[in-house]
């Protein structure tokens, strides 16, 4: 296990306050997170640390680990502005992105501080990702590690301003995985937080996720849609006559795994939906299909030129052999994730009964003999206790005041709370390219976009408007923490 060193002194120092990370990474749509941004993209990444629990459940167990952070104080209204918490989410944080929240962190003076994910990126606890070291990865371990980390800054702050007791207001930004953790941690720690955005956040632990593919569907539209079957359809015939060629043609004859195989083809097509670029995907293969051209071809240079090439995402992370190095490397993250999902929140992305895009060798024995080959016997995702603990679509609390925002187009909505209740406010952006994250990153969502701006999605109109109730709630949750002088009403 690698113990945590003391926090250098110059650390405790200077804190000032904070700002946001996105949690991104070139991945598989079936990781949820976003495609790596690139440096320019970035508010700041400096690296700062600070000393966390290694298990918040234990009585006995004081161990701790280096848990890397980043904070952005230029519009910081010191001494009272608010904190804004960005939630890092299942990749490395390498910085926190300059996305829709620093438009909000200008607008309500606030700092933004992001915290990575234990385990994830430099915040690693131990030196390998054995399933044994791994016990401690979960989201009420990361919850307890937000939780944790707020107080410390918060304390950090006071002192570097000399008082004591007191409370800046705080509010928690997320989008996807980390969307959830943003609603959960207003959830399970109301008295710390005004409020939160849990944007596209994947709030349902879902077994079969059929919707996820008739999302996908809807979203290619009846003529898009059909060419996708039909590749499928020919795929499946390739592969049984000869699946060496076929993987060949994609560049993916390492996939050994007929089912690994058919999972990369189905995430690059959804990739294009997720991300607010569906036409990268549905034009060339229509226009393949009406020239008469061989779909299969046409397919297999879309995946091998945007979804591998451009998005630069590799084929190794589809292969369960890469999945069961234990070896802390760049790739690392994909076995984390994995490892939530055998155990957590599946969100296992099957093929429906009828009607499917995506091929159905993708079934549920697929994803469950992958967590047991990659993870060992016994490892799978008790979704009913996920679900029982933190509810579900359902989720409920006191004053709740979690604003919830998704894109029409983004299969992974249906895994959200789509319909507003008491304090819980829900918000669909509706457009042709409104996809994963559309409130924070515009359009496209991959790549990043300055700022989010929402001048490429196909109706500016309909972000803006939602952008619109979120600042007005955030406006509205701030005041009342600040006239109350608790974040908890």
């Known amino acids: 296990m690698k113990l945590a060193a003391p926090a250098p002194a110059s650390y405790i120092a ?16 079936r990781h949820i997170r976003l495609p790596a941004s690139s440096n320019k993209n970035y508010l700041t990444n400096e690296e700062h640390w600070f000393n966390q629990t290694l298990d918040h459940f234990s009585p006995y167990d004081h161990r701790q680990f280096g848990q890397r952070y980043y904070e952005y104080l230029d519009d910081f209204q010191t001494p009272n502005g608010p904190i804004f918490l960005k939630i890092c ?35 690693a606890p131990f030196n390998s990702s054995t399933t044994e ?17 707020r107080q410390y800054y918060q304390e950090s702050l006071n002192l570097k301003l000399e008082r004591s007791n007191i409370d800046n207001p705080w509010f928690v930004f997320g989008v996807s995985y980390s969307g959830a953790l943003s609603a959960w941690f207003r959830l399970k720690f109301p008295h710390l937080t005004c409020g939160s955005l849990a944007s596209s956040a994947v709030v349902e632990a879902v077994y079969n996720f059929t919707d996820f593919d008739k999302q996908i569907g809807e979203s290619a539209g009846p003529e898009c849609k059909s060419v996708l079957q039909e590749i499928t359809r020919l795929v499946d015939q390739k592969l049984e006559s000869n699946g060496k060629a076929l993987k060949t043609l994609f560049s993916a004859a390492q996939l050994k795994n007929d089912g690994d195989f058919m999972y990369f083809l189905a995430d690059a097509a959804v990739t294009a939906f997720q991300y607010g670029n569906p036409d990268k995907v549905c034009i060339p293969l229509i226009e393949a299909k009406r020239a008469g051209k061989d779909l299969v071809e046409a397919y297999a240079t879309y995946v091998k030129e945007y979804y591998v090439k451009s998005l630069g995402v590799s084929v190794e992370t589809y292969d369960q052999q890469h999945l069961k190095k234990t070896t802390l490397t760049g790739g690392s993250s994909d076995r984390l994730w994995w490892f939530q999902v055998c155990t957590e929140v599946a969100y296992f992305q099957v093929a429906p009964s009828n009607d499917s895009i995506r091929s159905s060798k993708v079934d549920t024995r697929y994803h469950l003999d992958l967590c047991k080959n990659v993870f060992g016997e016994g490892v799978f995702p008790d979704v009913n206790a996920t679900n029982l603990y933190y509810g579900g679509k359902r989720i409920a609390g006191k004053r709740s005041k979690i604003i919830f925002t ?66 007005e709630h955030i406006d509205l949750w701030l005041s009342q923490c600040q006239s109350s002088g608790a974040c908890s009403m």
């Open 89 to 123: 989410g299942e990749s490395a944080c390498s910085g926190i992105t300059n996305d829709y929240l620093a438009v909000l962190a200008k607008k309500f003076g606030a700092a933004v501080v992001s915290l990575e994910h234990r385990y994830y990126g430099k915040s």
């Open 133 to 149: 070291n791994l016990r401690y990865l979960s989201s009420k371990q990361a919850l307890f590690d937000l939780a944790a980390f």
């Open 14 to 29: 200077v804190f000032l306050l904070i700002t946001t990370v996105a949690s991104i990474g070139a991945s598989p749509p």
């Open 406 to 471: 998704n894109g029409s187009q983004d299969p992974w909505r249906h895994a959200s709370k789509q319909t507003s209740s008491p304090e819980m406010p829900s918000y669909i952006i509706t457009c042709h390219n409104c996809g994963h994250g559309t409130d924070m990153r515009g359009c496209p969502q991959s790549p990043l976009v300055p700022e989010g701006d929402a001048k490429n999605c196909s109706s500016p109109d309909a972000v803006n408007t939602v952008r619109k109730q979120i600042i």
